[in-house]
């Protein structure tokens, strides 16, 4: 039995159905250029009432590979860059929310945000240094650190720059429109039982966060948060953090903009005042109509968007369609989805999906029989402060078009009559 | 006290408190990690206040600035700080409140201080803390000369940077007003 077994694990076994299946890849990339009849006489041979080729071999041995990958037909569902930027490291990509289900954004589609790329940090290599106004200045291992008592939870986190004050570029998908945000279940210590350790001075008001990239990203984050909620995380959707989520080390701050979860975290200072830092001064400032800009605005405040149907994707025919997508709030839980099909006329309540978290992202959905008519699809948030998401207008309204940072309006998606879905902003 | 003896005895009282003797008591400190030393925290301690505390000994004029900019930093943010590729760094006075904001260290940045922090950690982009702490200075120096916000012939320091007048000191607003809309 072992020994069949052996045979049947075969490499030459192996690399057949990868050979097949590589195949079937690019029969389906080519499909779209080839003709009709071709692609139809090379897929049908799989349909009823014909034994699919991958019935009448053995499939692909274990650990191939090792660390287990999505199908190769799911090679579309990557992150892609948000805009073109100067250098490649100073960038932003989107996570694929429309080709996603649930609330769990897998590891290696998390959204990027870098300012000087992803450093390659050995953990044996890398310390947090704890000092500032504090009764004895630590110097922490990797080791040290996840010694300390843990914790898990799921949290989303958006960078403030997620949606747009200004595009309604038609052809936008969820992911160009909403990929700045994420959600993963993050494990780590508590930052407030890091600071005792060192002895937070009571005069400490503002706690330093320095990262170890390229261009030592620092932000300040006020006391209260600190020693509320925020977490030093070493751990993403159960594996060690992913060097671009920060490995080994990143400060996790729920529901707070995603800049001052500070990557590749090495230093931690206590001071009397936040720091000024370049990236709370010169930017994640909000600019108002008066020419005033708005400082330390770090709550990511609730928001929704439907990510199906969504932009980019298409109804084939009339009849039966979930609405599906995703709300979150930086207050706390969603208490309540509405979804519009009308533009925002009428609404109606959708279900929320289970479980629905503080600072996580809720999974709404809702029944919907398409006529055919052209619709709007709209989704309106309610979390349990009763804050409500407002329409583009009433953003705009109070803080212009140039404050950047913070849009949270309502998104629309257009559906024609032949089932092409459109952003419409 | 020493940190070691502080956290057994915190142990002892903590342990004495607790009414479940399964659970293991959690101490306030736990000992673990160990004293940094001020060597340690000097190599890392990069950062500079608004006050003006972080910053070191050393000075830089505009002269030399204009130089060090030329050479470093004038690829990316143009030769006069007009910026493209990388951000604008002079000019935009008096846009802030219209259609087409222009931020830059003289129109947008409230502290000057600021710049030296943010050149030390992150600049040139291509050689990150590289520059010596004159350099620094320098650099600084020659951008707020630019933005003609000091004269051609400042010298600057630990004690005069942070006195530098930033036109936008002012401009920014805290607490946070949310929730402003609707």
Known sequence: MSKKQITLGDKRIGRRAFLASSAAVAGSAASASLSATVARAASDENLPPHVPSWMKE????????????????????????????PTQTAASTLTPLQDLHGIITPNGLHFERHHAGVPAIDPDQHRLIVHGLVE???????DDIVRFPSESHIYFLECSGNGSWTGTNAKSTAQDTHGLVSCCEWTGVRLSTVLAEAGAKPEGTWVL???ADAVALSRSLPIGKALDDTLLVYAQNGERLRPEQGYPLRLFVPGYEGNINVKWLRRLKLGDQPFQTREETSKYTDLMPDGTARQFTFVMEAKSVITFPSGGQLLREKGFYEISGLAWSGRGRIKQVDVSTDGGANWTKARLQEPVLSKCLTRFRLPWRWDGAPAQLQSRATDDTGYVQPKRA???????????????????????????VSNAA | MPHSLRIVLLCAIVAAATANPVRAAEPARFGIGHAATADAIAGWDIDVRADGRGLPAGHGNVADGRKIFAETCASCHGEKGEGEPA???????????????????????????????FIRRAMPYNAPESLTADQIYAVSAYILYLNKIVPEDAVLDASSLPKVAMPNRNGFTSPDPRPDAP
């Open chain 1, 58 to 85: 053995q499939g692909a041995p274990v650990l191939s590979p090792p660390y287990g990958q999505p199908s190769p037909f799911e090679k579309n569902v990557v992150r892609r860059l948000r805009t073109a930027t």
């Open chain 1, 136 to 142: 004895q200045p630590l110097i922490f291992t990797m």
């Open chain 1, 394 to 420: 009433q953003l705009v309204d109070v803080r212009g078009l140039n404050s950047y940072y913070h849009y949270n309006g309502i998104q629309t998606w257009q559906v024609t009559q032949d089932g092409a």
């Open chain 2, 87 to 117: 951000d604008r760094l002079a000019g935009g006075f008096g846009t802030l409140a219209t259609s087409k904001p222009v931020r830059t260290v003289g129109s947008y940045w409230p502290y000057a201080t600021t710049l030296f922090d």
């Open chain 1, 209 to 211: 966060a320095e990262g």
